[in-house]
């Protein structure tokens, strides 16, 4: 079973629409990382939440981490196909240095 | 300043030949990760490395699976002998310290076992 559960995993919708995308587990993170990811590349960060309850916004994104730091979520406002691309979560484990990944939900955005 | 470097960024072998994938991460960077990413899934930790000392690899599978960082930089990942399900693209990544701090990707090497 996976550590992260990313849902949905597939999500198309039109230029101008929000989305809301999800990472959910039963274990409590120190912190979790969203990354993006287009074809071709490999991931780049997007943001690091830390405190439970957080809530962080960059441009159209706004990234918020549960308050018992078990789950997150990624919302999008007026998608645009430049924001087509896989988005993954990442978290750090309590007793464990290393980020595990989530499987990510693959976006498109259709102009 | 240049990101993470990769080589090759594509390989195609036949199941049971050895292949090597190469990475230079970001200068000054202390710690290099290598990922297996399979199609549709997130990237999967293999091996980490602080400076030039393999501190967690645990996901790696040992059996085939080798990897050093000599002099604490430039690392290697080879596989010998490949099997079909080996087919995934291979991601390096480096960051300053430890994993929590931002990691850097290259653009992974696509490998195909046939």
């Known amino acids: 079973t996976q550590l992260l559960e990313q849902s949905p995993q597939f999500l198309s919708i039109q230029e101008g629409e929000n989305l809301t995308v999800y990472c959910n587990s039963s274990?409590?993170?120190?912190?979790l990382q969203w990354y993006r990811q287009e074809p071709g590349e490999g991931p780049v960060l997007l943001v690091t939440?830390?405190?439970?309850?957080e809530v962080k916004k960059l441009k159209r994104l706004t990234f918020q981490f549960g308050d018992a730091r078990k789950d997150s979520s990624l919302h999008i406002t007026a998608a645009q196909p430049g924001d087509t691309g896989l988005y993954l979560c990442?978290?750090?484990?309590?007793?464990?240095?290393?980020?595990?990944f989530g499987a990510g939900t693959r976006l498109t955005v259709k102009p | 300043e240049a990101g993470v470097v990769q080589s090759p960024r594509y390989k195609i072998i036949e199941k049971k030949q050895p292949v090597a994938f190469w990475c230079n991460p970001i200068?000054?960077?202390?710690?290099l990760y290598w990922y297996r990413q399979n199609l549709g899934q997130g990237p999967e930790l293999l091996i980490r490395?602080?400076?030039?000392?393999?501190?967690?690899d645990s996901q790696l599978p040992k059996d085939r699976f080798s990897a050093e960082r000599l002099k604490g930089v430039d690392s290697t990942l080879k596989i010998q002998p490949a099997e079909l399900g080996d087919s995934a693209v291979y991601l390096c990544?480096?960051?300053?310290?430890?994993?929590?701090?931002?990691?850097?990707f290259g653009p992974g090497t696509r490998l195909t076992v046939l």
């Open positions: 200068s000054g960077h202390n710690t």
């Open positions: 939440v830390v405190t439970g309850g």
């Open positions: 990442a978290a750090e484990t309590l007793n464990n240095n290393d980020m595990r």
């Open positions: 990544a480096s960051s300053l310290f430890r994993s929590t701090d931002t990691q850097y």
């Open positions: 274990s409590v993170f120190s912190s």
């Open positions: 490395y602080e400076n030039e000392e393999a501190v967690d």
